[in-house]
């Protein structure tokens, strides 16, 4: 038990790492050389950069470390620590990646906001599925929505605005701020995208005569709930029971490889579920 919870551990920390590293390929290598900003903790950091030439990591995990420890009290200490390694992580990725591009790798600032915000859209996204967080609204997102059922990437798009809209007074460039408009729009839109892939869920309808075998199986390896229906068959009459298992989408290839292994020629129906709350799943957030 406490090797699997030591990989879960490393793995979930490995994901985050990869997400982080996203995120701040993006800022470091297309959005801050292009002079263009976003929202964020990330667009402070980088507004006060283009204004004062302090760097951007310094301030990023300056203003973070505020953040944390609000996040910790609201959230749980978890999240604080999984937020103290992404921020310090993060800050440390876009040092390196900062001083490898003084210039962006495309010579079109349209198309190093593009990349920069699709990048790091999907890495906040990648983070959020593990729990994790790079920090900054990232934090606000996750405080916000563990009370209200509003989507991150919404949250995110709020807060950027205000920030966003602050780096006409240092830029003094309205095509820039256009940018950061667009950023925000494209970066909210493509973590809400990778949040709706990781929490997809599917209902299972399972028909076979070793339903008991299966069962446990299921229960054993996938670690999800089992509900028996009874069931006829039109046929042959036969009483018998169906298994009902609902499940996230990276779950179906263990539980379809469990059935097989027990029965082969086992019947089953798969679904697309809209939403799915209780334990293990979504949280109703409603007062």
């Not at 982080?20 to 959005?31: K, T």
């Not at 405080?143 to 709020?158: A, K, L």
């Not at 990276?250 to 539980?255: A, L, S």
Request: aromatic content about 10%; proline content about 2%; some cysteine.
């Amino acid at each position: 038990m406490k090797k699997l919870n030591l990989y879960s551990i490393l793995r979930s920390h490995a994901i985050i790492t990869f997400g982080l590293m996203c995120i701040a390929f993006g800022w470091g290598a297309f959005l801050i050389p292009g002079n263009v900003t976003g929202g964020g903790v990330s667009g402070v950091a980088a507004i006060i950069y283009f204004g004062t030439g302090f760097h951007p990591s310094i301030t990023y995990l300056l203003i973070n470390s505020v953040l944390i420890v609000i996040a910790m009290k609201i959230v749980n200490v978890n999240l604080g620590l999984k937020s103290i390694f992404g921020a310090i992580v993060f800050s440390l990725l876009l040092a390196l990646f900062k001083s490898f591009f003084p210039e962006p790798p495309v010579s079109d600032t349209l198309l190093a906001a593009i990349v920069g915000a699709i990048l790091s859209g999907i890495g906040t996204g990648i983070v959020f599925t593990q729990g994790g967080s790079a920090g900054g609204t990232d934090l606000i997102a996750m405080m916000i929505t563990s009370r209200r059922n509003i989507s991150p990437g919404r949250v995110i798009m709020m807060v950027d605005v205000v920030v966003i809209s602050s780096s006409f007074l240092i830029l003094q460039s309205l095509e820039r701020m256009i940018y950061g408009y667009f950023v925000m729009v494209i970066m909210g839109y493509v973590v809400d995208f990778v949040l709706a892939g990781s929490k997809q869920s599917y209902q299972l309808f399972i028909f076979s005569e070793r339903y008991e075998e299966i069962a446990a199986s299921i229960s054993t390896n996938v670690k999800r709930g089992i509900t028996l229906v009874d069931a006829q068959g039109w046929y042959t009459r036969k009483q018998t029971k169906m298994i009902m298992v609902i499940i996230r989408k990276h779950e179906v290839t263990d539980v379809f490889r469990a059935v097989k292994e027990i029965d082969p020629e086992a019947f089953i129906s798969m679904g697309n579920v809209m939403g799915v709350y209780g334990k293990g799943f979504d949280r109703m957030k409603i007062k």
